[in-house]
């Protein structure tokens, strides 16, 4: 090898489950030759697994790595998910729908949710959901690809999935395996330092060998083995914005409707989650201990399943917020062990996917060169900033009664996003930001759905001499029709994608 070689040459990902094995499949996919890759973890540390909802852009991922999806979603007992449904959110008995996708389709220079607020309340247009492809779908039970033809209401919906997150890390290992990836069963004893630099040089298994490298991915979750136990590299508190600290999660049999959404549950303390599988449906109560015992949180979640219980309710707890590097030296945190934002808006697999892709874009050598770190931690700090907004736009927006309810409305929230929720209380207009991954449709139908209303229109609709009643009517009845065309979300699971009965 020339001196002037400074290519990686290996690489040792601590930590398995969805984040050990997201990037240890796209590594071995994207560096192929000459390097080696070994993923360390151990079968008794187990993982968190409860990422079982995602948002679209984890198709790219999958096609990516040239993963047939029909092989997928009955490897994982995957259903699709057209968006998620928040029920009592704003206040009890209301419910809205968040869709992957748009309101319709663009008739005029003025967005259509200006035209749409103005007929409803003249009381001749429905709610804002009633003018979603992905909601008329979801509300009929139905499900089927979109279509490419932009004139067509089928093209303006997305999708993403539901999954077994267990079994999805299962299913990526094997992928892995086949591509070379080295794993090693244990747990980490001991991290060694380079005295000159702090870089990490090498990760012991208790009893076992030392596996020095040249990068190391930190993929072990909560604990932060190597971007915080080895390199101290601190975090940032969000609690004062999310105050949710711990979550139970518990399997039921599957009783209920077969949904292709999430459905989202305002409760006393926090909110409970609804996810259907194909052979089961994932539920957990994410609460502030503030404001409700971990007994009566058990029972608040126990009581509302579809079915019967598959198990013990398993208990998490968790501090809202980042690392403040997500990068440091020769460590690149990924996963839970970059920082953890409650899964409201399904963003844990794809903040792993957003780690894996920046990697990916600004691959380092071995001179690891600051600027490159840097930038890395720039966008990385952007995106989960970008999130975090979108997910107190929810609990802030809220008209509830109870003291976590309350506190979330009155508090004081970051300037990013008062300065989004501002524009559209003022004129209804849907500011964008750098790195943000959820778009105008989706900041549309959460601040519709959380009742912050327009005070006035963009003021050029007074210009236009648009009669939108007739138009909304027909878009209502197209977007209607075209569901009731779909087959419904089982029927379309058995044709292309069903699993294999699940032990």
């Known amino acids: 090898m020339s001196t002037d070689d400074r290519r990686i040459r290996r690489i040792v990902i601590v930590g398995g489950g969805s984040a050990g094995w997201m990037t240890a499949a796209a590594l071995s996919n994207a560096a192929p030759h000459g390097c080696a890759i070994t993923l360390i973890e151990s079968e008794e540390i187990g993982t968190v697994g409860v990422g079982e909802a995602t948002v679209p852009p984890i198709k790219l991922f999958n096609q990516t790595l040239g993963i047939d ?12 998910k057209l968006g998620i449904q928040f029920v009592d959110w704003a206040q009890p008995g209301h419910r809205y729908f968040h869709p992957f996708g748009t309101f319709g389709r663009p008739f005029d220079f003025v967005p259509l949710h200006h035209y749409w607020q103005r007929a409803h309340q003249a009381g001749q247009a429905g709610s804002l959901d009633d003018y979603s492809m992905a909601w008329a779908a979801a509300a009929a039970g139905r499900f089927a690809h979109p279509i490419a033809d932009q004139r067509n209401v089928l093209s303006t919906y997305d999708y993403a999935y539901h999954f077994d997150a267990g079994r999805y890390a299962a299913f990526l290992r094997e992928y892995a395996e086949k591509r070379g990836v080295t794993r090693v069963e244990g747990k980490i004893a001991d991290v060694a330092l380079d005295a000159a630099n702090g870089f990490v040089e090498s990760v012991q298994v208790t009893n076992g060998p030392r596996f020095a490298g040249d990068l190391f991915i930190d993929c072990s979750g909560f604990r932060g083995l190597l971007i915080e136990g080895a390199l101290h590299t601190g975090y940032d508190d969000w609690t004062h914005w999310l105050p949710c600290d711990r979550a139970l999660a518990v399997p039921c049999a599957s009783a209920g409707e077969f949904t292709p959404y999430t459905r989202s549950t305002a409760r006393d303390a926090g909110w409970q989650w609804r996810i259907p599988l194909q052979h089961r449906t994932g539920n957990g ?34 501090v809202t917020g980042r690392r403040r590097l997500t990068w440091n030296r020769n460590v690149i945190a990924i996963g839970l062990s970059s920082g953890f934002l409650e899964p409201l808006e399904s963003t844990s697999l794809h903040l792993i996917q957003a780690g894996i892709s920046k990697l990916l874009a600004l691959f380092p050598d071995r001179d690891f060169d600051p600027l490159v770190i840097d930038e890395f931690n720039r966008i990385a700090a952007g995106e989960v900033e970008r999130i975090r907004d979108f997910i107190i736009l929810h609990y802030h927006l809220n008209r509830r009664d109870g003291e976590l309810w309350r506190h979330c409305a009155n508090m004081t929230i970051p300037d990013t996003l008062q300065e989004k929720i501002l524009h559209f209380r003022r004129y209804g207009r849907l500011t964008q930001r750098e790195y943000d991954l959820f778009g105008p449709a989706s900041w549309l139908a959460v601040h519709i759905g ?54």
């Open 69 to 80: 999806e029909a092989e997928f979603v009955r490897r994982t007992q995957g259903s699709f």
């Open 450 to 503: 959380q009742m912050n209303w327009p005070e006035r229109p963009d003021p050029l609709i007074h210009y236009r001499g648009v009669d939108p009643v007739p138009w909304l009517a027909k878009l209502r009845e197209a977007l209607a029709a075209a569901a009731q065309g779909m087959p419904t979300h089982r029927a379309y699971i058995d044709a292309h994608c069903k699993a294999s009965a699940a032990p």
């Open 285 to 318: 109560y994410v609460y502030c201990s503030r404001h409700i015992s971990d007994e009566a949180a058990a029972a608040t979640l126990m009581a509302n399943l579809d079915g019967p219980a598959l198990a013990e309710p398993r208990a998490l707890r968790f």
